[in-house]
């Protein structure tokens, strides 16, 4: 008989540990289409944003980046300006997702964690729609729990998405692997006490990933997938 | 009877450093517009190369770039091919330029450079054209020497462009401070026994930018211009 507890895509759970995902920067390449589509969008309502200040905010909810960036820039507009943003930047973004694609080693870093038994799932503050989108250029199967920012009341860097995710897989958050590629993800994993690991493939740097509290950093899915044994991960 | 020595922007030189100016990341928000354009750009080739690996590039000559970036994706094309690369790049960035300001405290940095007798330049690795289109959102005096990759023949990171950029100064680069956004900047400011001064403002961190040997980091130049002192430079 089934063990309903077991996720549906794996029929050998070899690990008690599982894996939730980061979705930008950590399994697709959209970091830089996010930072471009909000400085657009800021733009449009009359705000000049530096795009280094909305880069090292992506991985935050839309709502808490806007609310951030006007208090560092000493900027105030009014709550329906800033839905305003947050709208114009889901369009922009919309725009530009032909241009994003898979990080390397991305598909064969998740099709090798359902052949080896390591569940797995997705916890992404992006919204439905456009997790959605970006998740047609990925193979999930179907079982695979995705819990995206409308699925939560609190985004990252609460631990919510990813305490969801890993409930989903029937896993403790503490008993799970949080991937991500920006400190929000990291500091939703030390604040659900679960193993975070950094990845720079959304354009943060090492240390301060590691000063965030990643166990370890790689470069991107590919070179994660050549490091599972350093996470006590069976690899084959 | 005027010293031909010293610069015709400032009649007072007060202070025997001089300091030379990158432009992308440093004085103009333009480093994700350009990871965006070379994203496109070797898309449009069939390449597929994520943004944080352009990234950590920008700063460097085009042809470094491709070159680098190649050897990195293990990806081999033609130099035909790499040169059509280069130059949708460059159409690309083009049609981004109404996206690309200036960063915060910019204007006001080099004003205060003028007024307060310090000596400056611009030595950035971008073509003349490029680099003449994103200067018009910068008030520079016509005195003040703009080098750029065009008019030398060792891109950065050789620490050519900031050399002449200093002696157009009159000044010799080893008394200059350089000051860039970028590892590569700081690497030609190293090779120049220059002083180099990274900034944030390109999405480096500080880390990367202290290990690559700068002797202080700010945030943008707003930051720099509150900080001048500490580089033994007149402030008033």
Chains 1, 2 share one sequence.
């Not at 919510?160 to 897989?169: G, P």
Request: proline letters at 4%.
């Amino acid at each position: 008989m089934r063990n309903q507890n077991r996720p549906r895509h794996s029929q050998k759970v070899k690990s008690d540990f599982a894996i939730v995902f980061d979705l930008d920067g950590t399994l697709v390449d959209s970091v830089y289409e996010h930072v471009i589509s909000w400085k657009r969008a800021f733009a449009d309502e009359g705000l000049h944003v530096p795009g280094f200040m909305i880069h090292n905010k992506v991985g935050m909810s839309g709502r808490l980046m806007v609310r951030q960036v006007l208090r560092e820039t000493r900027q105030r507009v009014s709550l329906k300006k800033m839905k305003a943003i947050e709208e114009l930047h889901k369009s922009y973004f919309s725009r530009m997702l032909p241009l994003v694609g898979t990080l390397p080693g991305a598909q064969a870093l998740l099709d090798r964690l359902s052949s080896v038994g390591v569940r797995w799932a997705i916890g992404t503050g992006g919204d439905r729609k456009a997790v959605a989108a970006q998740l047609k250029s990925l193979r999930i199967p179907d079982s695979v729990p995705v819990t995206t920012g409308d699925d939560v009341a609190e985004a990252k860097p609460e631990p919510e998405i990813f305490m969801v995710a890993a409930e989903r897989l029937g896993v403790r958050i503490t008993q799970s692997i949080i991937v991500g590629d920006s400190v929000w993800d990291l500091l939703a994993a030390c604040r659900g006490k679960a193993l975070g690991i950094g990845l720079l493939s959304g354009g943060y740097c090492s240390s301060d990933l590691e000063r965030a509290g990643a166990y370890r950093v790689y470069k991107d899915p590919a070179d994660l997938l050549t490091h599972l044994e350093e996470l006590g991960l069976p690899a084959d």
